[in-house]
Antibody, heavy 122, light 109 residues
Framework: QVQLVESGGGVVQTGGSLRLSCAAS????????LHWVRQAPGKGLEWVAI????????YFAASVRGRFTISRDNFKNKVFLQMNSLRAEDTAVYYC???????????????WGLGTVVTVSS | QSALTQPPSASGSPGQSVTISCTGT?????????VSWYQQHPGKAPKLMIY???KRASGFPDRFSGSKSGNTASLTVSGLQADDEADYYC?????????FGGGTKLTVL
């Protein structure tokens, strides 16, 4: 079955960096785009970033552009989110989510991980 | 890019129907048929319910339906059940990026 398992969260000081990982299994990883979505405590979902199936296309929310980068390793079935210059408002649960494709949940996030918690404190 | 607009709360009694709206712009909801809806119970990850505006994801019965008119998408939950009490989020493709609504807390009275 499809599984996405995030790791790498923790407590970091303002201005610091963290690298999140998402390990995937149960599907052909190299055929799917992957996203990061976050949820601040008590708040709604916020889309963060996408990386295409082959890593050739990457897009970011305006709130993280220039500070976060996304990458993937299609041999190890992992996607990464490198977060730099962290701010208090980056505090959230970070979810890894698979995007469906044409003919099967196109444009939607059909599987989600359980999330990893990032806390940015001063 | 601001979040899509959803009512913060909605409610209904068991067996009743409730509709949750999701308003965007011509650059997101109105411009693409890639609107999806997610159900999130407390402490859990979101689950895909509706995709491509009207299509139901596996595991969700036909009590859940989606629609769109112009820049506003809607989720209707019919025959409300206790387990439907959760947070609901809409999402739309916005041309290389995605955007979520602020979320609606559905209470089953």
């Amino acid at each position: 079955q499809v599984q996405l398992v995030e790791s790498g969260g923790g407590v970091v000081q303002t201005g610091g960096s963290l690298r999140l990982s998402c390990a995937a299994s149960g599907f052909t990883f190299s055929r799917y785009a992957l996203h990061w979505v976050r949820q601040a405590p008590g708040k709604g979902l916020e889309w963060v970033a996408i990386i295409s199936y082959d890593g050739g296309s990457k897009y970011f929310a305006a709130s993280v552009r220039g500070r976060f980068t996304i990458s993937r390793d299609n041999f190890k079935n992992k996607v990464f989110l490198q977060m730099n210059s962290l701010r208090a408002e980056d505090t959230a649960v970070y979810y890894c989510a698979r995007e469906g494709h044409y003919g099967a949940y196109a444009g939607a996030f059909d599987f989600w991980g359980l999330g990893t918690v990032v806390t940015v404190s001063s | 890019q601001s979040a899509l607009t959803q009512p913060p709360s909605a409610s209904g009694s068991p067996g009743q129907s409730v509709t949750i709206s999701c308003t965007g712009t011509s650059s997101d909801v109105g411009g693409y048929d890639y609107v999806s809806w997610y159900q999130q119970h407390p402490g859990k990850a979101p689950k895909l319910m509706i995709y491509e505006v009207t299509k139901r994801a596996s595991g969700f019965p036909d009590r859940f339906s989606g629609s769109k008119s112009g820049n506003t998408a809607s989720l209707t939950v019919s025959g409300l059940q206790a387990d439907d009490e959760a947070d609901y989020y809409c999402s739309s493709y916005a041309g290389s990026t995605w955007i979520f609504g602020g979320g609606t807390k559905l209470t089953v009275l």
